[in-house]
């Protein structure tokens, strides 16, 4: 199923944008984030302790706007790999969710 998940302008604030779907009656939070002229969708769970990433609303960048930040306990994550590159989940990844560009708009084939 297609699913316009939010706009370009979204992203202006923060970089990114939460999305929680519906997903088989419960609640499956994404979130897409812009970077370097890219923009690409992740699951929004950390893989040190499947927690969400962000403790306020689309705040998903760290202090240097170059990398994302699990704020429970510190990871920092590639934004384009989603590779962790420092933190307790080291050498682990979030999990892609596949987003695509269509205008101003950010689609999910996969919602
Ligand atoms: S839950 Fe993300 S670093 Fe621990």
Redesign the pocket.
């Known amino acids: 199923m297609t699913l316009v998940l939010c706009t370009l302008s979204d992203l202006d604030a923060t970089g990114a944008k939460e999305i929680v779907l519906d997903k088989d009656g419960g609640r499956s939070p994404v979130f897409v984030v812009r970077f370097a002229d890219r923009v690409v969708g992740y699951v929004n769970s950390?893989?040190?302790?499947?927690?969400p990433?962000n403790w306020r609303e689309d705040a998903f960048f760290d202090i240097s706007n170059t990398l994302l930040i699990?704020?429970?306990?510190?990871?920092h994550f590639d934004p384009l790999t989603g590779h962790c590159l420092r933190?307790?989940?080291k050498g682990q990844s979030l999990t892609p969710y596949p987003v695509r560009v269509e205008g101003d708009k950010i689609i999910s084939d996969a919602a």
């Open positions: 950390c893989p040190h302790a499947r927690l990433l699990c704020t429970s306990h510190g990871a933190g307790p989940c």
